[in-house]
């Protein structure tokens, strides 16, 4: 085995990342998963469930419809937002059920 010189981890993740795309979109749907979990507000995390992305559209159980009306409004913001947490362009719209 021959060696060569070493190199940061992140840096290999990266191109492993660069080389896998669909890794690299299924990494990115869990970060926007857990960004939504860990930082919305109590009452708007409270609330949701079953969150999941699926061609390209983020889905989003509200058991609140005055929260779910409230979300509608800030639809636009939240993709925009979310995409920017991803690093990437990942949803195009979000749908609250």
């Known amino acids: ?3 060569t010189d070493p190199q940061p981890i992140g840096k290999i ?3 492993f990342l660069e080389a896998n795309l669909q890794m690299a979109d299924k990494l990115a ?3 926007i998963i857990d960004y939504w979990n860990s930082n919305t ?3 708007i995390s409270r609330y ?3 969150l999941f992305i699926k061609n390209r559209v983020f889905y989003v159980k509200i058991n ?3 929260l779910k009306n409230e979300l509608m409004m800030q639809r636009e913001k939240k993709v925009v937002e979310l995409n920017k ?3 990437r362009n990942i949803i ?3 749908v609250f059920t």
């Open 41 to 43: 507000t109590p009452n």
């Open 29 to 31: 749907e869990a970060r």
């Open 64 to 66: 609140s419809s005055v």
């Open 85 to 87: 947490v991803a690093g």
């Open 92 to 94: 195009n719209r979000i």
């Open 48 to 50: 949701t469930c079953n």
């Open 1 to 3: 085995m021959q060696r």
């Open 13 to 15: 993740l990266k191109k």
